[in-house]
């Protein structure tokens, strides 16, 4: 996996269940300037997912 997360608690989170779950994060970087952007979804009982983004970090993701 290749990704970048913010200095906080988001990114924080993160990290620690892609560990939990295994996964190898030594290429995701943290960036003290950026937030973690999150997208939450949410799903009715229908089945039906609604979306929300945070894009405040997007301007800082570059490969």
Request: overall charge negative; glycine content about 8%; aromatic content about 10%.
């Amino acid at each position: 996996m290749v990704a970048m997360v913010g200095d906080d608690l988001f990114g924080q989170n993160y990290l620690e269940n892609l560990k939990s779950n295994n996964v190898d994060i030594s290429f995701v970087g943290v960036s003290k300037e950026a937030a973690t952007g999150v997208a939450p979804i949410v799903v009715d009982d229908a089945g039906v997912a609604a979306h929300w983004c945070y894009l405040l970090f997007a301007h800082h993701c570059t490969l």
